[in-house]
């Protein structure tokens, strides 16, 4: 019995680590993409406020889409795959 929550806790440790290092990575590109953007459709710009609001907006309406809940797959997919192998293997 301990060793089964052994493995359930370092399972779970070990996805939130998987999880939040996904969510930074998806979050980088976005703000990347974001004043990629920005610098292309404002060439001569040199307005750095305008520029923050603008990524910040488009930050906003990442963390509302679905994207970001779709990374919270790294838990269920392992769960599902593991009870499905513990029934298949029993």
Do not use: C, H
Request: aromatic share 12%.
């Amino acid at each position: 019995m301990f060793g089964f929550l052994r493995v359930l806790v370092i399972g779970f440790v070990v996805l939130s680590v998987v999880y939040f290092s996904v969510s930074l990575y998806s979050r980088s590109v976005r703000r990347e993409k974001l004043e990629d953007q920005w610098d292309e459709d404002n060439p001569e710009s040199d307005d750095s406020t305008a520029r923050d609001a603008y990524v910040e907006q488009g930050m906003k309406e990442y963390d509302r889409s679905i994207r970001p809940k779709l990374i919270l797959l790294v838990y269920v997919i392992p769960a599902i795959l593991a009870t499905i192998l513990m029934v298949v293997i029993n």
